[in-house]
């Protein structure tokens, strides 16, 4: 087993990673960046490497930077997160070029999986189903009009070299065809030099639900059950759970098997994730593998019961799996919340700044990957993740009381986050129908939570009784914060002082 | 002691007198509250009103604070009785031009609307992209652009006043 | 199902309930002593009932106040925690009598098992398996000396009216037999004004093992799986873990059937524990029937997946087990830690006080139970214990790598804890090889754990550091305290004030 | 800036200049420590020294404050440097007579020595109960029982002398 591993990234994951290695008794290294130096995966970290700027180009992006911290620390290995350099060939071949286990698939999988065409070649070979459609473009209007009528409509036009929307049209009858056709053509040409077009079948607010694998370096490999991922905010998943509600046990072992084809497919060995869309009558369509530990793990752990990072690493050190697939039993229910430092009433706008005060829930069936703590500044450079909230209970409903109930507990002030929007999407009667979709999030009405009659009235006799029995404390619940000036502080500062003087002239009356 | 405090906006006396160690007498627009109150630590209060538990939270935010009782928000200000300033100026804050300033540092990305349009609250003015995500900076009120302050791809800090619609 | 339930107890379990009666869309009550005015439970309920002062008899042990808190605030049930009325027959009865339904089992059921000789009794004709020894006094030393023959050496004296050690003596062989049974008799006599004695097998090192139990209304009644509680300091558990590393499935069984037993023979309805003494050959014997939730149950809710406490108040609401035992699979393995305000290095001193600061630990496989928060002092009326921390994992080792790495995040500032003491218990190899008996912990040696070199130097450099990085804030972390005034606050002033004096006097340099 | 520090009763001369932003020069009896030092909030400092990360938690008890590294415990003194009071203080604090003060209320359930009685360092003096729990009140040091000031049966506040040892 390894001796010392470094985490080549930043926020929960990197604590997360910090604290697999404490319990397997391996020295845990951080890298940061300038606008880090303060975070806590560096108080929980053995050593710490200082790689650059804030700029993530500069830092945590930054191969040749991460490459030297591990070999000026003496790590075997890395542990490389989610984002950043996780999917990255080029670092992982780095990595085994510099003598170091990157922490992952290989290089050659990473890329075969990477690529949509040449990931969709490997898979179609290996049997994994697709969106009906063709696999590369129209020759013209006419095997157009045939395939769409093939496939039958609503269809989506997709520009082959495309990404982002673009070169993108939904048709809903073969009167619209030709129009949309020409249409994402020229859009095509023009966004990607390349005005190749193919046709897929359309999915109406599809499910969004994937499977996790678990493959040893001798061939082996598992899969771990679902996860249901469909609400999601600008395609950005917020509210996953394991397993999924429509997901019954021939459908996962049907899923399952595909999944280890498709990783088998690649020769890819540690954690993966296949993504599936599926459609109203439950037939899922591949959509992309992550070559890399998901965001959600912690569903999936809780329910089967399996460290998946404690397995990253024994896999990269070369440990055979040691369960067999009939073994493993899912049990209970999980699900995640993912706590962003963003408003949800002004679209998702981040909202980095100060944490002046924390309340984190616990107790009974609670789970929670943290990355923050009172005091620090939650630093705008980077993807504004705070925390992931779990809840894990005997079956959905139990799950689903115990991580609401959580989410009352939960306070995190002096920044804006999305506690309010868990709230509101747990009490929706169709969340706890499991009626969910990639679009149920647009659906739930953005209405600020109503407030309770008589609660104004309490609030300013509060706002009475904090002034009298703490008018010396500053507005600002913590004493230190960072050296570095930040933009919120002078006017918390002024607003404190504003309070301590009126309740001063008061007390001289 | 006698403060003026106002709540999203509203207005209330409270009146809050020392009764016996750890009691307070406390009116609200001069009627009495039977109430007991705990400071837990700087950010919590622990309220009984008669029997009812109420935990109450304070979040310090710019000059006001936001006092949190279950799990909604509530925007705070204490204010000096002895002068007007503080409430004539929120009333006016209501009224007349209205500044859109930039919440963090960022690029502008898109001008939605020109000097002249008029605009709807909530409709977008201009698009900033910051931390990787592009968002739309809205207006505060119904009314119209009066002046656009920056220009497309433009770098902006915190605090920069982007826009003005009145 | 009930809409309101008051809870008739504080700390941690009082938290615990409430969190539960959430979980259930149920409105909890708390009652508080005028000790616990600031006790994070009242924070936590929806209605909060002064029940009297602080001596616990004249509040929490007052049954009139209570039953009158719940008629006040039309409570349909109380739910008694463990300790205080939990066990009190007497209560229950009042509670009934008031028409408010207890949650917990019924009078008869308590008084039969909180009886020693009725115990016994009901429970030899059950079958449930005792220390071999006489259920009743030796008449003669002839007598005693063919019971102890028959037993075999060594024997136990018990006085029959006996309890706290006095006319206790260990016989180790037939020699020694005549003076310690004089002597055990006339200490008896002394102590009880009655010299019955009564010879049971002397066990050395027991192991302490109990079974949970779950009974609803209507006679179902299931077991759920030992707890091994063998780290105990002055006859109180410290560290429980489910399963026992030394029970195995046919030893659970057999265990788990004499306890079914036992309760149906007490007609027994709700949660209760069957208590067993286990010696060195795997023998168990019956100790005691606890008659209600233990302090130790999460460890058994982790490894189980139900929540005692719904189940608790389900089975009161009426409603009937919904699993059978067949269908009950333990998975995975859990160890608790009881945090006690206490000091283990003065002979386990408690050490009330206010708690400067707090971190709690979170992450995978963790369960945190706790009543605290910053700023809050620890009154000294009542039972030390703050907090309960569990460590769950695949198996023992993984738990306890869990819960050792959350022992290292865990701080609580300004009072003294057994937390290192708990760091100690976890690196003992004894305790990694689960050797642990009801004498483990005075083995387990007392010196304080090691500072490691250089770090005197870093602590030197790192006060300095605090005064010129942080020179104006108190040396007490919180802000705002209770009004009341509390014998530390003072000196911590005293204190700051000094830190602050250096620290400006030198500035003027 | 110069402070004389005090750890675990060892004494240090700690001298700490700002060097930059962020940075601290800082020298430990005269050698230079390169550290990178960051106050995360009051209670908290995270230190680098070379590249080994330090969490530095603050604990404040009495007079003087514990810092905590690595869950292990160090009691630290800040002293004017320009007095050396401070310093005689402490070292007489090893000699001379000790008090025994009762920590919390309590009752004194029995009394274990008499006034007379040679003592050694950790042997019970007495014992007292509190939390329902008893407790022996033991010597800090070896010598001899010179006063007991509480009797058997008698309660006691917080604070109190409970016996005397020279």
Same mark, same amino acid.
């Given at each position: 087993m390894?001796?010392?591993?470094?985490?080549?990234?930043?926020?929960?994951i990197?604590?997360?990673?910090?604290?697999? /290695?404490?319990?397997?008794?391996?020295?845990?290294?951080?890298?940061?960046?300038?606008? %880090?130096?303060?975070?806590?995966h560096i108080?929980?970290?053995?050593?710490?490497?200082?790689?650059?700027?804030? @700029?993530?180009?500069?830092?945590?992006?930054?191969?040749?930077k991460i490459?030297?911290?591990?070999?000026r620390?003496?790590?075997e290995?890395?542990?490389?997160g *989610?984002? !950043?350099l @996780?999917?990255?060939?080029a670092?992982?071949a780095? /990595?085994?070029?510099?003598?170091?286990?990157?922490?992952g698939?290989?290089?050659?999988?990473?890329r075969?999986?990477?690529?949509?065409?040449?990931?969709?070649?490997h898979?179609?070979?290996?049997?994994?189903?697709?969106?009906?459609?063709?696999?590369?473009?129209?020759?013209?209007?006419?095997?157009?009009?045939?395939?769409?009528a093939?496939?039958?409509?609503p269809?989506?036009?997709?520009?082959?070299?495309?990404?982002g929307?673009?070169g993108?049209?939904?048709?809903?009858?073969?009167?619209?065809?030709?129009?949309?056709?020409d249409?994402? +053509?020229?859009?095509?040409?023009?966004? !990607?030099?390349d005005?190749?077009?193919?046709?897929?079948?359309?999915?109406?607010?599809?499910?969004?639900?994937?499977m996790?694998?678990?493959?040893?370096? *001798?061939?082996?490999?598992?899969y771990?059950?679902e996860?249901?991922?469909s609400?999601?905010?600008?395609?950005?998943?917020?509210?996953?759970? /394991?397993?999924?509600p429509?997901v019954?046990?021939d459908?996962?072992?049907?899923?399952?098997?595909?999944?280890?084809?498709?990783?088998?497919?690649?020769?890819?060995?540690?954690?993966?994730?296949?993504?599936?869309?599926?459609?109203?009558?439950?037939?899922?369509y #591949?959509?992309?593998?992550?070559?890399?530990?998901?965001?959600?793990?912690?569903?999936?752990?809780?329910?089967t019961?399996?460290?998946?990072v404690?397995?990253?690493?024994?896999?990269?050190?070369?440990?055979k799996l040691?369960?067999?697939?009939d073994e493993?039993?899912l049990?209970?229910h999980?699900?995640? /919340?993912?706590?962003?430092?963003?408003?949800?009433?002004?679209?998702? !706008?981040p909202?980095?700044?100060?944490?002046?005060?924390?309340?984190?829930?616990?107790?009974?069936?609670?789970?929670? %990957?943290s990355?923050?703590?009172?005091?620090?500044?939650?630093?705008?450079?980077?993807?504004?993740l705070?925390a992931?909230?779990?809840?894990?209970?005997?079956?959905?409903?139990?799950?689903?009381a115990?991580? #609401? +109930?959580?989410?009352?507990?939960? #306070?995190?002030?002096?920044?804006?986050t999305?506690?309010g929007?868990?709230? +509101?999407?747990l009490?929706?009667?169709?969340?706890?129908?499991?009626?969910?979709?990639?679009?149920?999030?647009?659906?739930?009405?953005?209405s600020p939570?109503?407030?309770k009659p008589g609660?104004?009235?309490?609030?300013?006799?509060a706002?009475?009784?904090f002034?009298?029995?703490?008018?010396?404390?500053?507005?600002?619940?913590?004493?230190?914060?960072?050296q570095d000036?930040?933009g919120?502080?002078?006017?918390?500062?002024?607003?404190?002082?504003?309070?301590?003087?009126a309740?001063r002239?008061?007390?001289?009356q | 002691?006698?403060y003026?405090?106002?709540?999203?906006?509203k207005?209330?006396?409270?009146?809050?007198?020392?009764?016996?160690?750890g009691?307070?007498l406390?009116?609200?627009?001069?009627?009495?509250?039977?109430?007991?109150?705990?400071?837990?630590?700087s950010h &919590?209060?622990?309220?009984i009103?008669g029997?009812?538990?109420?935990?109450?939270?304070?979040?310090?935010?710019?000059?006001?604070?936001?006092?949190?009782?279950?799990?909604?928000?509530?925007?705070?200000e204490?204010?000096?009785?002895?002068s007007f300033?503080?409430?004539?100026?929120?009333?006016?804050?209501?009224?007349?031009?209205?500044?859109?300033?930039?919440l963090?540092?960022?690029?502008?990305?898109?001008?939605?609307?020109?000097?002249?349009?008029?605009?709807?609250?909530?409709?977008?003015?201009?698009?900033?992209?910051?931390?990787?995500?592009?968002?739309?900076?809205k207006?505060?009120?119904?009314?119209?652009?009066?002046?656009?302050?920056?220009?497309e791809?433009? &770098?902006?800090?915190?605090?920069?006043?982007?826009?003005?619609?009145?």
């Amino acid at each position: 087993m390894f001796k010392k591993i470094l985490i080549a990234n930043r926020g929960e994951i990197a604590v997360r990673v910090i604290r697999a /290695c404490r319990e397997m008794g391996i020295a845990p290294v951080a890298v940061y960046s300038e606008a %880090d130096r303060a975070a806590l995966h560096i108080r929980k970290a053995d050593e710490a490497y200082a790689i650059g700027p804030a @700029s993530a180009a500069e830092s945590y992006l930054n191969i040749g930077k991460i490459i030297d911290a591990a070999r000026r620390s003496g790590a075997e290995a890395i542990h490389p997160g *989610y984002g !950043f350099l @996780s999917e990255n060939p080029a670092f992982s071949a780095a /990595c085994t070029e510099a003598g170091i286990k990157f922490i992952g698939p290989s290089p050659a999988s990473m890329r075969m999986m990477g690529s949509k065409t040449s990931a969709r070649q490997h898979m179609e070979r290996a049997g994994v189903p697709f969106v009906p459609g063709t696999s590369r473009g129209v020759a013209s209007l006419r095997e157009a009009e045939e395939v769409a009528a093939g496939i039958g409509y609503p269809v989506m036009l997709k520009a082959a070299a495309g990404g982002g929307g673009k070169g993108m049209r939904l048709v809903d009858a073969s009167t619209e065809l030709k129009g949309a056709l020409d249409a994402a +053509r020229s859009e095509a040409l023009r966004a !990607f030099g390349d005005d190749e077009v193919y046709i897929e079948k359309a999915i109406a607010n599809p499910r969004h639900i994937e499977m996790q694998i678990l493959a040893d370096e *001798y061939g082996n490999t598992l899969y771990l059950g679902e996860r249901e991922c469909s609400i999601q905010r600008r395609h950005q998943k917020v509210v996953e759970e /394991c397993p999924s509600p429509i997901v019954d046990a021939d459908m996962r072992r049907r899923m399952g098997e595909v999944a280890v084809r498709a990783a088998q497919a690649a020769a890819y060995a540690n954690a993966g994730t296949i993504e599936f869309l599926v459609d109203a009558h439950k037939n899922f369509y #591949f959509l992309e593998m992550n070559t890399r530990l998901q965001v959600e793990h912690p569903v999936t752990e809780l329910v089967t019961g399996l460290d998946l990072v404690h397995w990253q690493i024994r896999i990269a050190a070369g440990e055979k799996l040691a369960i067999r697939q009939d073994e493993l039993r899912l049990r209970g229910h999980a699900i995640e /919340c993912r706590v962003y430092a963003e408003d949800p009433e002004n679209n998702y !706008f981040p909202s980095p700044g100060t944490i002046a005060s924390l309340i984190e829930p616990s107790g009974p069936g609670i789970r929670l %990957d943290s990355g923050i703590y009172e005091g620090w500044t939650v630093p705008m450079e980077y993807d504004p993740l705070l925390a992931k909230l779990v809840g894990y209970g005997a079956h959905r409903e139990e799950a689903t009381a115990r991580l #609401f +109930r959580a989410l009352e507990e939960y #306070f995190v002030g002096g920044i804006k986050t999305n506690l309010g929007l868990f709230r +509101r999407i747990l009490s929706d009667p169709d969340f706890i129908a499991a009626k969910v979709d990639t679009a149920f999030l647009d659906r739930l009405l953005k209405s600020p939570a109503p407030q309770k009659p008589g609660h104004a009235e309490i609030a300013a006799v509060a706002a009475g009784l904090f002034a009298v029995l703490n008018p010396d404390s500053s507005m600002n619940g913590t004493n230190g914060t960072r050296q570095d000036a930040d933009g919120g502080r002078s006017a918390q500062n002024k607003g404190a002082a504003a309070w301590k003087r009126a309740a001063r002239l008061d007390a001289l009356q | 002691m006698l403060y003026e405090i106002s709540v999203d906006g509203k207005n209330y006396r409270v009146e809050i007198a020392r009764e016996k160690e750890g009691r307070w007498l406390c009116k609200l627009d001069g009627k009495e509250i039977p109430l007991d109150a705990v400071l837990a630590n700087s950010h &919590a209060l622990s309220l009984i009103i008669g029997t009812n538990s109420y935990e109450i939270l304070r979040e310090p935010t710019g000059t006001e604070a936001r006092l949190w009782i279950q799990n909604t928000p509530y925007t705070v200000e204490l204010r000096d009785p002895r002068s007007f300033r503080g409430r004539n100026r929120a009333a006016k804050d209501h009224d007349g031009p209205k500044k859109l300033t930039a919440l963090m540092p960022g690029k502008v990305v898109r001008l939605l609307l020109s000097p002249g349009d008029e605009v709807e609250a909530g409709e977008g003015v201009l698009v900033l992209e910051a931390m990787k995500m592009q968002n739309e900076i809205k207006s505060p009120k119904k009314g119209s652009v009066q002046k656009i302050l920056v220009a497309e791809g433009e &770098a902006v800090k915190a605090g920069d006043v982007l826009a003005i619609v009145e």
